[in-house]
């Protein structure tokens, strides 16, 4: 099974703030790579899909990149809802597998 | 709108076998796949299987033994059952739609504790 290691476990940070959560996976996984955002309440979100694309409705400041083993989420300037769980998940090959995630925090 | 809405007992008995059902709307299950995720306590997101739009299925190998996904697309219900349930296996079940390995809707999750 392919590993995910997401980095940071959880990230203090303030409103306005630009923040990077990354994403190494245990072999090269092609570009197939998905975030999920998961609030409080425990509903599941899609944000973005193939490492860099937008899931429909998703605010432009949220971003991806990487390639290879090496990915990463970007929020240009955090707003009060961004405070939430953050996932990765590859797709590369079976089976599909989450990084342990990332809690945002309000600092 | 695509909705995905998880059912089934909060208590399982140790040893005894979950059942969970998953109702869609929205959409067909014979166009997507469905996936089963849980997440234990305070834990990150398992995937423990799916069953496509052809009704074939897919399991994680630490679950396969114990696990089957089937689905009465009259219905629009995908279906879990897990046997010997374990301590372990307390989590929230959730299931989601798959579209070409992307998980683009979620249900809000059942919660299953198993206890005596």
Known sequence: DIQMTQTPSSMPASLGERVTISCRASQGISNYLNWYQQKPDGTIKPLIYYTSNLQSGVPSRFSGSGSGTDYSLTISSLEPEDFAMYYCQQYDSSPPTFGAGTKLELK | ???????????????????????????????YGVNWVR?????????????????????????KSRLSISRDTSKSQVFLKMNSLQTEDTAIYLCARDV??????WGQGASVTVSS
């Not at chain 2, 997440?39 to 679950?63: C, F, H, R, V």
């Not at chain 2, 070409?100 to 809707?105: F, L, S, T």
């Open chain 2, 1 to 31: 709108q695509v909705q995905l809405k998880e059912s089934g007992p909060g208590l399982v008995q140790p040893s005894e076998t979950l059942s969970l059902t998953c109702t869609v709307s929205g959409f067909s299950l014979t166009s």
């Open chain 2, 39 to 63: 997440q234990p306590p305070g834990k990150g997101l398992e995937w423990m299987g799916t069953i496509w739009n052809d009704g074939s299925t897919d399991y994680n190998s630490a679950l």
């Open chain 2, 100 to 105: 070409w390995g992307v998980m683009d809707a």
